[in-house]
C-alpha cells in the first residue's frame, strides 16, 4: 500500500507548478485561442497522464527506461515536436507581422488536444518520474497495481486542479495579456521556450 500520502501530494504539487513543457503548450494555447484552448490541452495532457499510469502499472514504463534505443526514439520524437510547436509559434508571429491573412482553422480544439497529448506523451522523462518517483511511496508489498493506479490518478487529478487555475489566471489578466504587443512577446518568449525544451529533451539522458 501507499505509505506518506500526504507527503506523496505536497511532492506532487510541487513539481506539478514547475514549468515544463505542459506548462509552455497550455501557455501557448490559451493566448492564442483562449480559455477553450487551454482547457482541451490540460483534457489532452491528462488523457496521456493516465497512459503513462497504465504503462507504468503494466510495466511498458520500464521498457522505455532500461531500453536505450526505445528511450531515444521517444526522447528524440518528442524533441523534435516540441521544436516544431515552437518554430510554428514563431512563424505564426511573422505572419502576423507581415499582415498576412491567416485563414482560420475549425480543427484549432482538436489540434489543442493533440498538441496537449502527444507533448506529455512523447516526453521519455514522465515515464522515467512514474517508475523513479512514485515506488518510493509504496511500503514496500508484492501488491503494486492498485498503489501505482491510485497515484497516477491522483497526480492527473492534481494536475487538471493545477491548470485550471493557471488558464483562470490567464483568463483573467487576458485584457492586459491580448494587447498586440504583449501578446506577441508572449507568444514569442512561448515559441522559444518550447524549442529551448525541445533541445534540452534531446540532450536528457535515460540515466
Known amino acids: 500500500m501507499i505509505h506518506n500520502f500526504f507527503l506523496f501530494i505536497i511532492m506532487c504539487i ?9 506548462t509552455a503548450i497550455t501557455t501557448k494555447n490559451t493566448l492564442t ?12 495532457t491528462c488523457c496521456a497522464l493516465m497512459i503513462h499510469t497504465t504503462a507504468a502499472v503494466v510495466g511498458l514504463s520500464a521498457i522505455i527506461v532500461k531500453s536505450a534505443m526505445v528511450f531515444s526514439i ?3 520524437v518528442g524533441a523534435l515536436y516540441l521544436f516544431y510547436l515552437g518554430v510554428k509559434t514563431l512563424w505564426s508571429l511573422k505572419k502576423k507581422k507581415t499582415n498576412e ?9 482538436h489540434s489543442c488536444f493533440k498538441q496537449g497529448f502527444l507533448t506529455n506523451l512523447l ?8 517508475l523513479t518517483f512514485l515506488p518510493q511511496f ?13 497515484m ?14 493557471y488558464i483562470s489566471l490567464i483568463n483573467q489578466i487576458s485584457a492586459f495579456i491580448k494587447k498586440p504587443s504583449v ?6 518568449v512561448t515559441g522559444l521556450v518550447l524549442i529551448v525544451f525541445g533541445l534540452k529533451l534531446a540532450l536528457e539522458k535515460a540515466n
Do not use: H
Open 14 to 22: 510541487v513539481l506539478i507548478i514547475l514549468p515544463g513543457p505542459d
Open 101 to 109: 491573412i491567416i485563414p482560420k482553422n475549425t480543427y484549432q480544439g
Open 33 to 44: 485561442i483562449g480559455k477553450v484552448g487551454g482547457l482541451r490541452t490540460v483534457y489532452g
Open 152 to 165: 497516477g490518478i491522483t497526480y492527473t487529478v492534481l494536475t487538471v486542479i493545477w491548470f485550471l487555475l
Open 123 to 130: 516526453n521519455p522523462k514522465v515515464a522515467v518520474f512514474f
Open 183 to 188: 501578446n506577441k512577446l508572449m507568444e514569442g
Open 74 to 76: 521517444f526522447k528524440f
Open 138 to 150: 509504496l511500503d514496500g508489498s508484492s501488491q503494486t497495481f492498485l498503489p501505482f493506479l491510485l
